[in-house]
């Protein structure tokens, strides 16, 4: 982890979905699929960064996929080429190598940091939900075996939860990141053991060290940003 902020340049910013956006900041980059970047937009009147996941590394820069949901994303939203942005990472722990066959499960913007697991363990499902329409999904097709997808409304693919096109019983191992109603249904419905699952949540410093992310789990309080996001299924307490 890089121990303090650098400051990036925009490559492209290009919206890809209803409230949707694909980031693109150039440079050399590090990360593991499923680490973040706290990502802090300069002068723009929006104080604290924002966690967002890894969606991407390649020769361009590094990539983010986020969704408009406030002031900070909106002002991410707003940035064009050659704009600059200030980042604090990789931080956080990542997904496990795949042992046996394994599958993504993403729940909208959930979509974001599977692209780069995706590449970086090609050959997998990629389960995805949306609640209408769908979006990056042809990024994906060059690294999966099969893309299955739900909506909400029915208007791509089947009409219904995402977690209804999954079989835990073909699956070593399940990789979801999605809306905490999602992985709380995950968690009740699939045998949590088979579970890694990357949590959201709002984050003020991004390094452990303000504990406004922490969580309670049956190993005692954790940190998503630190011992996170992403925790295997048995150690969370949801019902």
């Known amino acids: 982890m890089e121990n303090s902020y650098r400051v990036a340049e925009v490559f492209s910013n290009t919206p890809i979905g209803d409230r ?89 913007i959930g979509l974001a940091p599977f692209l780069y697991y995706a590449k970086t363990y090609p050959g997998q499902t990629l389960f995805a939900g949306f609640r209408s329409g769908s979006y990056f999904l042809e990024s994906f097709k060059p690294f999966t075996d099969k893309i299955m997808v739900a909506t909400d409304d029915g208007s791509v693919g089947a009409k219904g939860s995402v977690l209804d096109l999954v079989d835990p019983s073909h699956y070593d191992r399940l990789v979801l990141c999605g809306p905490e109603p999602m992985m709380g249904a995950a ?7 088979k579970l890694e699952l990357s949590l959201e949540s709002r984050m003020a410093c991004g ?33």
């Open 20 to 108: 949707v956006f694909h980031l693109v900041l150039s440079g050399k980059w590090q990360g593991k699929p499923g680490q973040f970047y706290m990502v802090k937009v300069i002068g723009e009147g929006v104080y604290l960064p924002r966690p967002i996941s890894i969606a991407d590394i390649d020769e361009d820069g590094i990539h983010f996929l986020i969704q408009r949901v406030g002031r900070g994303t909106e002002a991410m939203e707003n940035l064009r080429t050659h704009d600059e942005v200030e980042l604090l990472g990789p931080l956080g722990n990542g997904f496990s190598e795949p042992q046996g066959k394994s599958a993504m499960v993403a729940g909208g």
């Open 187 to 193: 968690l009740r419905r699939f045998d949590p053991h």
């Open 207 to 239: 390094i452990g060290a303000c504990l406004g992310c922490s969580i309670e789990t049956r190993e005692g309080m954790r940190r998503v940003c630190h011992e996170g996001p992403v925790f295997t299924g048995d150690m969370l307490c949801w019902k």
